[in-house]
C-alpha cells in the first residue's frame, strides 16, 4: 500500500524558515516523480516544486516562478524521502502543503499525479 506521509509545518513569522519532509512507503520512488503542490483557502492547488531522477543519485528540481530562489526542493538518495527548505517564508506562502508522486516525468499539473499524502499546514504571520 502506497503511504506518502508529510511533516514539518507550523507557524512561522514572515521572513523564516521551515523544512518539509515527505516519507513516501510501499514501492521504491526513485524512479517517480515526486512534487509538492499547496492549496490555500479559496484558491487551487497549485505546484510548488517537482524533482526527478536524471541519473543515478542525480536529479533535475523545477520550481513555480513565486518561489524561486527561496524553496530548494531535494530528495534522500534511495529517492523516498522528499524535502522542501522554504526560507524567506512570506504570508501568502500560508497554505495546505502536499507532497505527491507521479511516474510520468517532470509533471507539473496536479491532474497527473497518482499518490498524495494528506497535507501539512503551513501558516506565515506578517
Known amino acids: 500500500q502506497v503511504q506518502l506521509v508529510e511533516s514539518g509545518g507550523g507557524l512561522v513569522q514572515a521572513g523564516g524558515s521551515l523544512k518539509l519532509s515527505c516519507a513516501a512507503s510501499?514501492?521504491?520512488?526513485?524512479?517517480?516523480?515526486m512534487g509538492w503542490f499547496r492549496q490555500a483557502p479559496g484558491k487551487e492547488r497549485e505546484l510548488v516544486a517537482t524533482?526527478?531522477?536524471?541519473?543515478?543519485?542525480?536529479?533535475?528540481?523545477n520550481y513555480a516562478d513565486s518561489v524561486k530562489g527561496r524553496f530548494t526542493g531535494s530528495r534522500s538518495n534511495a529517492g523516498n524521502t522528499l524535502y522542501l527548505q522554504m526560507n524567506s517564508l512570506k504570508p501568502e506562502d500560508t497554505a495546505l502543503y502536499y507532497c505527491a508522486a507521479t511516474l510520468r516525468r517532470s509533471s507539473r499539473s496536479p491532474a497527473e499525479y497518482d499518490y498524495w499524502g494528506q497535507g501539512t499546514q503551513v501558516t506565515v504571520s506578517s
Open positions: 524533482t526527478w531522477w536524471i541519473s543515478e543519485n542525480t536529479y533535475y528540481a
Open positions: 510501499g514501492r521504491t520512488f526513485s524512479n517517480y516523480t
